[in-house]
């Protein structure tokens, strides 16, 4: 007897596995070639579809928006809840998301209520896409197409980040940001606008411009070249102390 359900629990978990495999590989094309593309450690179509939890979260996601566009007020939020405890990734029903989102690993990425994301979108752990205060209305961030955030950026606000643009990792952006763009630090500076481009989507969020480090160096700069401009003037250390005349 315990044979004959152990068969039959294997059988629901194949076909089950099965169904699995053929929606994704049918309504999710466009996220499975992305994490493909841009993560090294994918190494095939069936390990995306069965472990990635970026991938299964967007599966709750959509059942979850479809219910919430047609007015659902409670079940949305209940799905949206069993995806956060299964995948560790949290999106409010309400949010919009373009084709292609790449969510890596995915553990404490927060996607709030009217977030609105492009096409081809890169998330790392940790980001949140959040809200500032309880104003009401549209008070989470728009992301344009292509835009990588580094892993612990935080976006916050209404506000609109460009196509192209790459947040580096613990950044917390308050402002907008232009297209193809860099930001980087707390709060987030961009130090980069309008560069050249390397084809594809960057998704080095690590290896960044530091403007403080930037600002300093320069500064020092100034220093040396002042110093050498007074020994060059004859002007040595020992000609900023004149020694005092005793009576």
Same mark, same amino acid.
Do not use: C
């Given at each position: 007897?315990?044979?004959?359900?152990? =068969?039959?629990?294997?059988?629901? *978990? %194949?076909?089950?596995?099965?169904?699995?495999?053929?929606?994704?590989?049918?309504?999710?094309?466009?996220? &499975?070639?992305?994490?493909?593309?841009?993560?090294? !450690?994918?190494?095939? !179509?069936?390990?995306? &579809?069965?472990?990635?939890?970026? %991938?299964?979260?967007?599966?709750?996601?959509?059942?979850?928006?479809?219910?919430?566009? !047609?007015?659902?007020?409670?079940?949305?939020?209940?799905?949206?809840?069993?995806?956060?405890?299964?995948?560790? &990734? +949290?999106?409010?029903?309400?949010?919009?998301?373009?084709?292609? %989102?790449?969510?890596? #690993?995915?553990?404490?990425?927060?996607?709030? =209520?009217?977030?609105? &994301?492009?096409?081809?979108?890169?998330?790392?752990?940790?980001?949140?896409? /959040?809200? $500032?205060?309880?104003?009401?209305?549209?008070?989470?961030?728009?992301?344009?197409?292509?835009?990588?955030?580094?892993?612990?950026?935080?976006? *916050? /606000?209404?506000?609109?980040?460009?196509?192209?643009?790459?947040?580096?990792?613990?950044?917390?952006?308050?402002?907008?940001?232009?297209?193809?763009?860099?930001?980087?630090?707390? @709060?987030?500076?961009? $130090?980069?606008? +309008?560069?050249?481009?390397?084809?594809?989507?960057?998704?080095?969020?690590?290896?960044?411009?530091? @403007?403080?480090?930037?600002?300093?160096?320069?500064?020092?700069? +100034?220093?040396?070249?002042?110093?050498?401009?007074?020994?060059?003037?004859?002007? =040595?250390?020992?000609?900023? #102390?004149?020694?005092?005349? #005793?009576?």
């Amino acid at each position: 007897m315990a044979g004959s359900w152990t =068969e039959t629990i294997v059988v629901v *978990l %194949l076909v089950l596995i099965a169904l699995k495999i053929f929606v994704y590989r049918i309504f999710f094309k466009d996220e &499975i070639k992305a994490a493909l593309e841009r993560d090294p !450690a994918a190494t095939g !179509a069936f390990t995306v &579809i069965l472990t990635y939890p970026g %991938l299964h979260v967007l599966f709750y996601y959509r059942i979850a928006n479809a219910l919430h566009g !047609a007015g659902m007020p409670l079940l949305p939020r209940v799905i949206s809840q069993i995806a956060r405890w299964f995948t560790g &990734i +949290e999106i409010h029903a309400g949010a919009k998301i373009g084709k292609g %989102l790449f969510i890596d #690993h995915g553990m404490g990425v927060v996607i709030g =209520e009217t977030s609105v &994301i492009g096409d081809n979108v890169t998330l790392f752990q940790g980001v949140t896409l /959040g809200g $500032t205060g309880k104003e009401k209305g549209k008070r989470h961030p728009t992301l344009g197409n292509n835009v990588v955030v580094g892993a612990g950026a935080k976006v *916050l /606000g209404n506000i609109h980040i460009g196509d192209n643009v790459t947040v580096g990792a613990n950044a917390v952006v308050v402002r907008d940001v232009p297209a193809n763009s860099t930001v980087v630090g707390v @709060p987030g500076r961009i $130090t980069s606008r +309008e560069g050249r481009k390397v084809p594809g989507i960057n998704l080095d969020h690590t290896n960044l411009p530091d @403007p403080l480090t930037q600002a300093l160096q320069k500064l020092q700069h +100034e220093i040396d070249k002042i110093e050498h401009e007074l020994k060059d003037y004859g002007i =040595e250390e020992k000609d900023k #102390h004149p020694k005092k005349h #005793h009576s």
